[in-house]
């Protein structure tokens, strides 16, 4: 650990967010900031921790500081491109020069750039406690002030009805967001669970239907969500390939496919991106999927970076969970396991209390941190989950501390699977 020297009000002003230089941390910064800094919890360390990360800026402070010079600005002008329409152009209240926004990331060698994480959506229909639509739709307004543009849902969720809140959310700004969804689940029909098909039949309706809740023409990344076993995956993504060809979707991607299903998928069209889970306590992608997707030049979007909130350290027992909630299903949350995996958020927790940030920013920050290839897609449906969440990306960890959050959560001491059985079943290896 570094012992930092106390900076000044400059070195707040021309520090670098990724690398933190130079240093930021100190009770020594806040006179020189506004109070919309203090409040809005990008400087949420701002105390003499001795640690090496930092907030350097509020996220909530959009005007430039004029103590910047021109070149700073237009480094940060770089770092906020926000998406751009058809000719090129950035669109909506990105382009405010007085709005600052989370940087952005390029989604696989050939695909959209997008905001550093994206907004799962999935929990604010279901899975996760009761929907609250007032409240959604305040975080996706705030979400779209931050410059959070990467929107991920699925027909699945709800079923349907996500798509449906996603389409109201961005009514007006389809220019502004980078929409993604899946195709590929059916729901079941109560007594059982949703089935998976992929058969080039569903996947054209499945379309249909998501443009119509979306309430937009195209589709800006199109994922399967579960390969089908019965449909060879050429076929699944021939289909995908076609709507593509009739403007309906824009790019092509897979979730939870083996480096196999990959390369066959790729061989038929280009697949931009492909989604699989990865967190602290879900590390299989390493030794799989996500080396597979740096050598074909496929992004990688992390689901579930939060463990299904796990890491935030707000879900310490199943007692206070609604009866439906997704987590009582999940061997990790189950009685036992869950004991032993709480002794590692322990570990995580006093890490981050030693660094001034919650539990869940550093286990977003070491998603972030795995590569610029990735672009996790945490899900909330609080306005102050998501502050939480974008001031994540301008964390800077080193390598030492990098090493003591993987001691702190490892992969061999994590207890209990992912997902139920019938669920296990359902991932293509
Ligand atoms: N492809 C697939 O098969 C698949 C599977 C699962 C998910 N997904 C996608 O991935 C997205 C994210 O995954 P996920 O939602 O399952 O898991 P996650 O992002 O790991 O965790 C979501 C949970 O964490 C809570 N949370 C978020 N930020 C927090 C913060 N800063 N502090 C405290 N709690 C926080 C949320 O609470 P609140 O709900 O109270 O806001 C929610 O309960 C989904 O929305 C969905 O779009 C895809």
């Not at 002003?13 to 919890?41: I, S």
Request: net charge neutral; charged share 25%.
């Amino acid at each position: 650990m570094t012992t930092e020297t106390p900076p000044t009000r400059e070195a707040v002003a021309f520090a670098d967010p990724l690398t933190c230089a130079p240093n930021a941390v100190g009770d020594a910064v806040a006179p020189g900031l506004g109070p919309a800094d203090r409040t809005a919890g990008a400087l949420l360390s701002v105390r003499a921790t001795g640690m090496s990360f930092r907030f350097v800026r509020s996220l909530r402070t959009c005007e430039f500081d004029p103590a910047e010079g021109p070149a700073d600005r237009e480094e940060r002008r770089d770092r906020t491109e926000l998406p751009t329409d058809r000719r090129g152009r950035q669109r909506g209240y990105a382009r405010s020069p007085s709005l600052r926004s989370v940087r952005q990331r390029r989604l696989g060698r050939n695909g959209p750039r997008v905001s550093a994480i994206g907004l799962g959506c999935m929990g604010m229909s279901q899975s996760y406690g009761v929907p609250d639509t007032a409240g959604a739709l305040a975080t996706f307004e705030r979400a779209f002030e931050l410059g959070v543009t990467f929107l991920d849902t699925a027909d699945i969720y709800g079923p349907f009805t996500n798509e449906e809140l996603v389409g109201r959310a961005i009514r007006g700004r389809r220019d502004d967001v980078v929409l993604a969804t899946k195709c590929g689940f059916v729901p079941g029909d109560g007594t059982g669970p949703n089935r998976i098909d992929g058969s080039p039949e569903h996947i054209r309706a499945a379309c249909e239907a998501s443009l119509r809740r979306l309430g937009v023409r195209t589709i800006d990344l199109y994922y399967l969500h579960r390969v089908d076993p019965r449909t060879p995956i050429e076929e699944s993504v021939r289909a995908m390939a076609g709507l593509v060809d009739d403007g309906k979707v824009r790019y092509l991607g897979l979730s939870e496919v083996s480096p196999a299903t990959l390369r066959r998928a790729g061989s038929v069209h280009p697949i931009t991106a492909v989604q699989s889970e990865y967190s602290l306590w879900t590390r299989d992608p390493e030794t799989g999927i996500l080396p597979a997707c740096r050598e074909l030049g496929v992004g990688f979007v992390p689901f579930s970076p939060l463990g299904r909130g796990f890491f935030s350290g707000t879900v310490r027992s199943l007692a206070g969970l609604p009866a439906d909630d997704f987590r009582r299903g999940i061997p990790r949350f189950q009685e036992g396991n869950l004991e032993r995996n709480l002794a590692l958020l322990d570990r995580l927790e006093s890490i981050a209390r030693e660094q001034g940030v919650s539990p869940a920013q550093l286990a977003l920050a070491w998603v972030l941190h795995r590569g610029e290839d990735l672009v996790p897609i945490p899900g909330t449906k609080r306005r102050r989950y998501l502050e939480e969440n974008v001031a994540a990306t301008e964390l800077s960890l080193t390598a030492e501390q990098l090493s003591r959050i993987e001691e702190a959560v490892r992969r061999e001491a994590v207890a209990g699977e992912r997902y139920s059985p019938a669920g296990q079943a359902l991932i293509d290896r």
